[in-house]
Nanobody, 122 residues
Framework: QVQLVESGGRLVQAGGSLRLSCADSGRTFSMYAMGWFRQVPGKEREFVAAISWRGGRTYYADSVKGRFAISRDYAKNTVYLQMNSLKPEDTAKYYC???????????????WGQGTQVTVSS
């Protein structure tokens, strides 16, 4: 069973960078694909990025391609989301998730973290 805790969200100016972390407090991290989603009030969770369980494949939403990068460190049981060239429209609560199915839909994931807030100011 995977247990996830996100960290790293904060207020940042447009054009700046952040790195979000998602740590697994359990012992099954390496067995799951990992995804990052974001959500604003009143909207459905939106896919941001994902990485396969072996780390060999990555996937990105069109809105973040070229700006965000997902990676994972198996030794530290941690997945990262490096966010560069941040825009105000990136403002959202970011969640990491673990799953063993498809990567693009939040419905395919089985475990979620509590979320970390990212706010990008103009």
């Amino acid at each position: 069973q995977v247990q996830l805790v996100e960290s790293g969200g904060r207020l940042v100016q447009a054009g700046g960078s952040l790195r979000l972390s998602c740590a697994d407090s359990g012992r099954t991290f390496s067995m799951y694909a990992m995804g990052w989603f974001r959500q604003v009030p009143g909207k459905e969770r939106e896919f941001v990025a994902a990485i396969s369980w072996r780390g060999g494949r990555t996937y990105y939403a069109d809105s973040v391609k070229g700006r965000f990068a997902i990676s994972r460190d198996y030794a530290k049981n941690t997945v990262y989301l490096q966010m560069n060239s941040l825009k105000p429209e990136d403002t959202a609560k970011y969640y990491c998730a673990a799953g063993s199915g498809g990567v693009y839909s939040w419905r395919e994931y089985e475990a979620w973290g509590q979320g970390t807030q990212v706010t990008v100011s103009s």
